[in-house]
Each structure stands twice: as structure tokens, then as C-alpha cells.
């Protein structure tokens, strides 16, 4: 019996030098046991190879080993929809040619935990919760792998100096690679398709991204943070969203954004411009961090997380945009002294999100069919006039805050117009005699009982502004040599008035108005005319009509103009008269053949 157990011992040493005489696992599957039995047999250092087949297991590395499978299509360690795949727990690790699949819920594919100098090559990880999780992980690479139908592809978290290089990720359902809390990584040469979200950064300083190419995703591309650094990252232009470049400017003065680009991110700058752009499916349209005295102008802005984003910025002018079907049209964090105005935002779920913002003046703005038209949240001493609150399911949500909340809802005696807001305008001014309350301490006291409207007239290197609150809607606008002039059109068998506001600049009393030619049924200068600007109000009864506003020596001359007109059409008409009837005449006698 004794020399039994002595040949047994002997042949089952034979056979664990056959199997590990260059440390790998016999390609004639002589091996019996698992992979993890091999894994913890195995000394630091030895390569292990691990032939075709399909390994239903949860291997743990903890010593400095080499995996290669024998092809990353046939060599497939399956977690059978249970826990962690493959755990990474030593440094100098290199995993390679495998098939990691189907691990459990919240679970990794393959997990890194306070690993370095370790490498993932040549893999395809699927069907997990995370492809690759890096955690308080250093110095490690992640290079040409193929991960895809994973919640998350590659996550990074407290991770540093890592390298996400020449990977193919795709079809992953949340995001392709997401960085949190990790700094000075390299995120180089990937393709990114087909996720809902792209490349992100959350809470991440220092990290190095070049030569992505990312398509088809839903959101790109998208940076988050509490604090400057998390807002300073290396990317240059070589970054491409559909074709298009990312533009991630840091610590740039005085440039405009050129017109081709795909994502724009603005940090730490001063005196940017951008402008006529058309953005489309991405976290933010620009996004500014930590920049002032900028200007966005003319964008077109759809279907982002959020159309445009101001974070801790401050002296920005945000004019003639247009931001639609966002889920946050234009959101403000920490951003102080900034003015909004003029700027159409319709189908959003927020229209403009005030966030910790205070001191901005936002005027003049369209806030039409969004879920809520503003979302106030501890924002203090901002101004809003102007604006036309149109059809929002909420015009203002005013969040519950621990401090009291108070915001200026009008300037100079005339506040916002709110479609709902079912006032009278005793004084017949255009102005609302009854308040539109918003809470207990915010009510617009003075709403306005038409739609606002602001037409710009540019006249040499000067422009004016020629404002007008109308229950009509106003179109066709123009001022040419001092007589201003549009159209006001209303279905309803009511009477229309208009509020006009002219500066004197532009045109001096004494006025004169005429609708469809003819005196309006009122007309009279507003007592809240002041040296700078003359405020009309005047009425008419709707329907399509154009309406002239001249200075009063101005209509004369066009009432004389006009006499002299047809004086003279009237002197030359018998002439022309005869004329035609001597041609007939003449015509008539002309010898013309029998028939």
C-alpha cells in the first residue's frame, strides 16, 4: 500500500511538470482541475496558457502571473450571471486572448483593486454590469480590447495613470468609458459607438484624451465636477464626435470657436466667442467652466442633456439662441453678473435651471411648451422681465430652500407675460392691475397682458431697440427714414392694443399713427415716458392690419406727398385716356382682307 502512494505521488509530480515546464496548461487538456486550481499551484511569475474551451468560474489572481488564452473568440471564462469574473488583487498581472462573459448583478467582467503594472490585452468582455473596473488602481494598461454589451464598458474610480488605449467599445448601455475620480490617465486611439453615453468625466483632473473616435453614440462626450481641476483636461482637436472635432480649449483669451466643431468646452478662459453654430446630441451644447466676459451668440441647440451650461462663470452675454427638446435648455451653476436675453427656449424639461446663481439679468426670452419654464434653485437677486412665459406645463418651479429665496420679476414698472395669468388692465396701458403670484415672497406685479416683442433697428456702428407688448402677433417689422412700420394680426373678434416703447434717439415726439391707413380708436403717450424713451399705447379692432408710427411733421409731408401723387395722376390720366382711344381708333381702320 505504502509503495502505492508513493508511485501515485510520483506520477502526479510527473504530470505537474509536464503541465507547468513552461508554466502553462497542456493543450491535451491533461489538466483536471479548474483554472483557479492552476492559478493558485502556479508561482509568481509563470506564464500560463489556457487552451480553447469554455470555463465556468470566478478566478482570483492574487500573485504577479500570466494568463494567455488560446484565442480571445474559443477561451471563454463564463461567470454564469454570478459575481466578479475575473478579480485582479497583485500588481504585474498580464490577462490576455480571453472571452470574460456573464458575470452577476453590479458585477465586473474583470476587476482591478489596488493593482499596478498590470496589463488587460486582447480580450472581448461582454454581458457583465462593468466591462473593466479599475479601482484605487495605478499604472495599468488596458489596450485592444473588445468590450461591448456591458452596462458600463471601462469604469475607472480613484484610479491614476492608467492607459485605456486602441480599445473597440461599443453597444454598451450606459457609458462606453467613465472616469471618476481618477487623474492623469491616457484615454488614446478608441473607438466609442453606439452607446447612450460616450467618454465622461466625473470629478477627474490632468487626464490625457487624443485620436477617439466616437459615433453613433446618443451623448458623446461629458465633463463633471465640483471645483476648477476637475475641469482641466488635455485634449486637442485630433478628437472626433460623427466626424466632427471635440474642442476642449483651457486657458485661452480672446478667440472665437470655429464653426465645425462637434463638443465645445471652454475652462478657465477669458473673452470667447461662440456663435452660429447648430449642436446636436450631446451632454452639453458648450459647456463654460470657470470663464468670464464671454459671448454665445446665435447657436442652435437640440436634444442635449443640456443646451447650454455656465458653471462659476461670470460676465457672459447669451443672445438670439435657439434651444429646443433639451432636457435643460440653459442651466446656470454658481454664476453671477450674466445676461440672457433674447433667447427662444421651447420643449424642455426645464427651460433655464437656475442652480446657486445669482445677480443675472434674463430678459426678453421666450420660455414656450416646456415642463417647467424655470426651475429656481437657491438663486437669489436675479432679474427677470420681458420674458414670455408661453404654455409651460409650470412657468416656475421655485424649489424649497433653507434660506429665502427672492428674485425681481420686472424693471421699470413692467414684468413678464404669462399665459395663464387671467388679470385685468384697469389703467389700459398694456400692463396687468391684478400680480401674478409665483410663491409667498416672488409675484410679478406688474405682468404684461400681450406678448413682448424686441426689434433691433442697426443704424452705421449703433443699434437701438424698439420694444412692443401687443395682444396681436407683430411681424414684418421695419424702420426706414424715420417711419417705423408692422404688421399685427389676431383672429379674434376683440380689440387689439399695442404697447409700444421708442427711443428718442430713434425717432422724437411729437408722433402720429395710423392702422390700415386710417387713426387708431385710441391713441396716447404713456406717463411712464421718460427723457430717453416715449411709450404709445393705442387700439384697434383685429384682424390683419398695418400699423405706421411716423413723427408728426413726417405724416404732413406724406399726407402732402400723397395729394401732390394723385393731383398729377389725375392731370395726366385724360391724355393717356384719349391716347388709348386714338390707338383703337387707328387700329380699328386698318385695311384688313375678307375672310
Same mark, same amino acid.
Given at each position: 500500500?505504502?509503495?502505492?502512494? $508513493?508511485?501515485?505521488?510520483?506520477?502526479?509530480?510527473?504530470?505537474?511538470?509536464?503541465?507547468?515546464?513552461?508554466?502553462?496548461? %497542456?493543450?491535451?487538456?491533461?489538466?483536471? %482541475?479548474?483554472?483557479?486550481?492552476?492559478?493558485?499551484?502556479?508561482?509568481?511569475?509563470?506564464?500560463?496558457?489556457?487552451?480553447? %474551451?469554455?470555463?465556468?468560474?470566478?478566478?482570483?489572481?492574487?500573485?504577479?502571473?500570466?494568463?494567455?488564452?488560446?484565442?480571445?473568440?474559443?477561451?471563454?471564462?463564463?461567470?454564469?450571471?454570478?459575481?466578479?469574473?475575473?478579480?485582479?488583487?497583485?500588481?504585474?498581472?498580464?490577462?490576455?486572448?480571453?472571452?470574460?462573459?456573464?458575470?452577476?448583478?453590479?458585477?465586473?467582467?474583470?476587476?482591478?483593486?489596488?493593482?499596478?503594472?498590470?496589463?488587460?490585452?486582447?480580450?472581448?468582455?461582454?454581458?457583465?454590469?462593468?466591462?473593466?473596473?479599475?479601482?484605487?488602481?495605478?499604472?495599468?494598461?488596458?489596450?485592444?480590447?473588445?468590450?461591448?454589451?456591458?452596462?458600463?464598458?471601462?469604469?475607472?474610480?480613484?484610479?491614476?495613470?492608467?492607459?485605456?488605449?486602441?480599445?473597440?467599445?461599443?453597444?454598451?448601455?450606459?457609458?462606453?468609458?467613465?472616469?471618476?475620480?481618477?487623474?492623469?490617465?491616457?484615454?488614446?486611439?478608441?473607438? #466609442?459607438?453606439?452607446?447612450?453615453?460616450?467618454?465622461?468625466?466625473?470629478?477627474?483632473?490632468?487626464?490625457?484624451?487624443?485620436?477617439?473616435?466616437?459615433?453613433?453614440?446618443?451623448?458623446? *462626450?461629458?465633463?463633471?465636477?465640483?471645483?476648477?481641476?476637475?475641469?482641466?483636461?488635455?485634449?486637442?482637436?485630433?478628437?472626433?464626435?460623427?466626424?466632427?472635432?471635440?474642442?476642449?480649449?483651457?486657458?485661452?483669451? /480672446?478667440?472665437?470657436?470655429?464653426?465645425?466643431?462637434?463638443?465645445?468646452?471652454?475652462?478657465?478662459?477669458?473673452?470667447?466667442? $461662440?456663435?452660429?453654430?447648430?449642436?446636436?446630441?450631446?451632454?452639453?451644447?458648450?459647456?463654460?467652466?470657470?470663464?468670464?466676459?464671454?459671448?454665445?451668440?446665435?447657436?442652435?441647440?437640440?436634444?442635449?442633456?443640456?443646451?447650454?451650461?455656465?458653471?462659476?462663470?461670470?460676465?457672459?452675454?447669451?443672445?438670439?439662441?435657439?434651444?429646443?427638446?433639451?432636457?435643460?435648455?440653459?442651466?446656470?451653476?454658481?454664476?453671477?453678473?450674466?445676461?440672457?436675453?433674447?433667447?427662444?427656449?421651447?420643449?424642455?424639461?426645464?427651460?433655464?435651471?437656475?442652480?446657486?446663481?445669482?445677480?443675472?439679468?434674463?430678459?426678453?426670452?421666450?420660455?414656450?411648451?416646456?415642463?417647467?419654464?424655470?426651475?429656481?434653485?437657491?438663486?437669489?437677486?436675479?432679474?427677470?422681465?420681458?420674458?414670455?412665459?408661453?404654455?409651460?406645463?409650470?412657468? #416656475?418651479?421655485?424649489?424649497?430652500?433653507?434660506?429665502?429665496?427672492?428674485?425681481?420679476?420686472?424693471?421699470?414698472?413692467?414684468?413678464?407675460?404669462?399665459?395663464?395669468?387671467?388679470?385685468?388692465?384697469?389703467?389700459?396701458?398694456?400692463? %396687468?392691475?391684478?400680480?401674478?403670484?409665483?410663491?409667498?415672497?416672488?409675484?410679478?406685479?406688474?405682468?404684461?397682458?400681450?406678448?413682448?416683442?424686441?426689434?433691433?433697428?442697426?443704424?452705421?456702428?449703433?443699434?437701438?431697440? #424698439?420694444?412692443?407688448?401687443?395682444?396681436?402677433?407683430?411681424?414684418? *417689422?421695419?424702420?426706414?427714414?424715420?417711419?417705423?412700420?408692422?404688421?399685427?394680426?389676431?383672429? /379674434?373678434?376683440?380689440?387689439?392694443?399695442?404697447?409700444?416703447?421708442?427711443?428718442?434717439?430713434?425717432?422724437?415726439?411729437?408722433?402720429?399713427?395710423?392702422?390700415?391707413?386710417?387713426?387708431?380708436?385710441?391713441?396716447?403717450?404713456?406717463?411712464?415716458?421718460?427723457?430717453?424713451?416715449?411709450?404709445?399705447?393705442?387700439?384697434?379692432?383685429?384682424?390683419?392690419?398695418?400699423?405706421?408710427?411716423?413723427?408728426?411733421?413726417?405724416?404732413?409731408?406724406?399726407?402732402?406727398?400723397?395729394?401732390?401723387?394723385?393731383?398729377?395722376?389725375?392731370?395726366?390720366?385724360?391724355?393717356?385716356?384719349?391716347?388709348?382711344?386714338?390707338?383703337?381708333?387707328?387700329?380699328?381702320?386698318?385695311?384688313?382682307?375678307?375672310?
Amino acid at each position: 500500500m505504502a509503495r502505492r502512494t $508513493v508511485f501515485l505521488a510520483f506520477v502526479s509530480l510527473i504530470l505537474l511538470l509536464v503541465v507547468f515546464e513552461d508554466c502553462s496548461i %497542456g493543450t491535451s487538456r491533461t489538466w483536471s %482541475g479548474s483554472l483557479q486550481e492552476a492559478i493558485d499551484a502556479a508561482n509568481p511569475g509563470d506564464i500560463i496558457r489556457v487552451p480553447s %474551451g469554455t470555463y465556468y468560474e470566478h478566478l482570483v489572481v492574487t500573485k504577479s502571473l500570466t494568463l494567455i488564452g488560446e484565442g480571445n473568440a474559443t477561451t471563454i471564462i463564463d461567470g454564469n450571471g454570478t459575481g466578479t469574473v475575473m478579480t485582479v488583487k497583485a500588481s504585474s498581472v498580464y490577462i490576455s486572448g480571453f472571452t470574460i462573459q456573464r458575470g452577476g448583478d453590479e458585477q465586473p467582467g474583470v476587476l482591478l483593486d489596488h493593482v499596478t503594472n498590470s496589463t488587460i490585452e486582447g480580450n472581448r468582455i461582454s454581458d457583465n454590469n462593468y466591462g473593466i473596473f479599475l479601482s484605487n488602481s495605478e499604472k495599468n494598461t488596458i489596450k485592444d480590447n473588445f468590450v461591448n454589451g456591458n452596462m458600463w464598458g471601462i469604469f475607472l474610480e480613484d484610479s491614476r495613470n492608467i492607459v485605456i488605449r486602441s480599445n473597440t467599445i461599443s453597444n454598451n448601455y450606459r457609458r462606453a468609458v467613465n472616469l471618476d475620480s481618477s487623474d492623469n490617465n491616457i484615454i488614446d486611439e478608441n473607438i #466609442v459607438k453606439d452607446h447612450v453615453q460616450g467618454i465622461y468625466l466625473t470629478s477627474s483632473s490632468n487626464n490625457l484624451l487624443q485620436n477617439n473616435n466616437l459615433t453613433g453614440n446618443t451623448y458623446g *462626450f461629458g465633463v463633471f465636477g465640483s471645483e476648477l481641476a476637475h475641469f482641466i483636461q488635455n485634449m486637442d482637436d485630433s478628437n472626433l464626435i460623427d466626424g466632427k472635432p471635440i474642442l476642449y480649449w483651457v486657458n485661452q483669451h /480672446d478667440k472665437q470657436i470655429q464653426a465645425d466643431a462637434s463638443y465645445i468646452a471652454v475652462v478657465n478662459s477669458t473673452g470667447i466667442t $461662440v456663435k452660429d453654430l447648430k449642436l446636436t446630441h450631446h451632454q452639453e451644447g458648450p459647456l463654460f467652466a470657470y470663464t468670464v466676459n464671454s459671448t454665445i451668440e446665435n447657436m442652435y441647440i437640440s436634444n442635449a442633456k443640456c443646451g447650454l451650461r455656465l458653471i462659476s462663470c461670470e460676465g457672459f452675454k447669451m443672445t438670439d439662441n435657439m434651444l429646443s427638446g433639451n432636457a435643460k435648455g440653459l442651466r446656470l451653476d454658481y454664476s453671477v453678473n450674466n445676461i440672457i436675453k433674447r433667447n427662444i427656449i421651447t420643449e424642455n424639461h426645464e427651460g433655464i435651471f437656475l442652480d446657486n446663481s445669482r445677480d443675472n439679468i434674463i430678459a426678453g426670452n421666450t420660455m414656450s411648451d416646456n415642463i417647467r419654464g424655470m426651475f429656481v434653485y437657491y438663486s437669489i437677486h436675479n432679474i427677470i422681465h420681458h420674458n414670455n412665459f408661453i404654455n409651460n406645463e409650470k412657468h #416656475v418651479f421655485i424649489a424649497l430652500h433653507r434660506i429665502i429665496v427672492i428674485n425681481v420679476w420686472e424693471m421699470n414698472s413692467e414684468g413678464n407675460y404669462w399665459s395663464d395669468h387671467a388679470g385685468s388692465d384697469l389703467d389700459e396701458d398694456g400692463i %396687468g392691475s391684478d400680480p401674478y403670484i409665483l410663491d409667498t415672497l416672488n409675484q410679478d406685479n406688474h405682468p404684461l397682458m400681450g406678448l413682448f416683442y424686441d426689434f433691433t433697428v442697426t443704424r452705421e456702428e449703433t443699434s437701438e431697440h #424698439v420694444a412692443a407688448t401687443s395682444n396681436s402677433t407683430i411681424s414684418n *417689422f421695419n424702420f426706414s427714414e424715420g417711419v417705423i412700420s408692422f404688421d399685427v394680426a389676431n383672429a /379674434d373678434l376683440t380689440t387689439g392694443f399695442c404697447r409700444v416703447t421708442i427711443p428718442l434717439s430713434l425717432l422724437d415726439r411729437p408722433y402720429e399713427v395710423l392702422v390700415d391707413g386710417s387713426p387708431p380708436l385710441a391713441l396716447k403717450e404713456l406717463a411712464s415716458s421718460n427723457s430717453t424713451h416715449a411709450i404709445l399705447y393705442f387700439t384697434y379692432e383685429h384682424s390683419t392690419r398695418k400699423v405706421i408710427i411716423v413723427p408728426e411733421y413726417s405724416l404732413v409731408t406724406l399726407l402732402l406727398f400723397t395729394l401732390v401723387t394723385l393731383a398729377i395722376t389725375a392731370v395726366h390720366w385724360p391724355s393717356r385716356t384719349r391716347k388709348s382711344v386714338t390707338n383703337e381708333i387707328s387700329e380699328d381702320s386698318l385695311w384688313k382682307p375678307k375672310a
